[in-house]
């Protein structure tokens, strides 16, 4: 079975500051991993999705995130906040290659709040 | 390129009525999910199909849901009758197989009086 966990419902930050948002996963096949951001009254928006290429994934918006098989973590991180990221984030994972079920499994959400 | 696309975007009807939501997902995407997203549960699947068959619907709340995809470029999310319980927004979904990132709607924000 396949979980997602993200460790803080609520984060903030200052303008300019580094974001970090966490995410731990249970996968017992390799797996592929996506952080999606949803603006107030608008639906899920890919972020990046790592699908066991380079570990170090970039993705839109300055975002980044780091596959960590070790840690069994894929946390997203951004070195300087704006305004504009002021949004939820979810974590999600789904198997690998020809066992995919074209299922995404999703994590609880992590609201990000900037401060000005 | 066109999105996944949802209608209607807002709906406010009363308990007991029948609520049709539809969605058209990206033109060639195998797989389609419908969820779910309230305050309370967070982002539920409630549904999902590839190439137009149901594969799992385990998130269907109760009977009184049910959804359809008679072709490819449809889907139908049916409640009936609806309670104030259903308010929420709900979102259709669509992907390539083999684990691609899914793509999502601006979703239906569902109100029940």
């Known amino acids: 079975a396949q979980s997602v966990t993200q460790l803080g419902s609520h984060v903030s930050v200052s303008e300019g500051a580094l974001v970090l948002l966490r995410c731990n996963y249970s996968s017992s096949v390799p797996p592929y991993l996506f952080w999606y951001v949803q603006y107030p009254n608008q639906g899920l928006q890919l972020l990046l999705k790592?699908?066991?290429?380079?570990?170090l994934v970039k993705g839109i918006n300055g975002f980044e995130a780091e596959f960590k098989k070790s840690e069994t973590s894929f946390h997203l991180t951004k070195p300087s906040a704006h305004m504009s990221d002021a949004a939820e984030y979810f974590c999600?994972?789904?198997?690998?290659?020809?066992?995919?079920?074209?299922?995404?499994?999703f994590g609880q959400g992590t609201t990000l709040q900037v401060k000005p | 390129d066109a999105g996944v696309i949802q209608s209607p975007r807002h709906e406010v009807t009363e308990m007991g009525q029948e609520v049709t939501l539809r969605c058209k997902p990206i033109?060639?995407?195998?797989?389609l999910f419908w969820y779910r997203q309230t305050m309370m549960r967070g982002l539920e699947l409630l549904i999902y199909f590839n190439n137009n068959v149901p594969i799992d619907d385990s998130g269907m709340p109760e009977d009184r849901f049910s959804a359809k995809m008679p072709n490819a470029s449809f889907s139908t999310l049916k409640i009936q009758p609806s309670e104030p319980r259903d308010s929420a927004v709900y979102f259709c979904?669509?992907?390539?197989?083999?684990?691609?990132?899914?793509?999502f709607g601006d979703g239906t924000r569902l109100s029940i009086l």
């Open positions: 790592y699908t066991s290429a380079a570990t």
């Open positions: 033109s060639g995407h195998d797989y």
């Open positions: 999600a994972v789904t198997r690998y290659g020809s066992s995919n079920t074209g299922k995404l499994i």
């Open positions: 979904a669509s992907s390539f197989p083999g684990g691609q990132p899914q793509h």
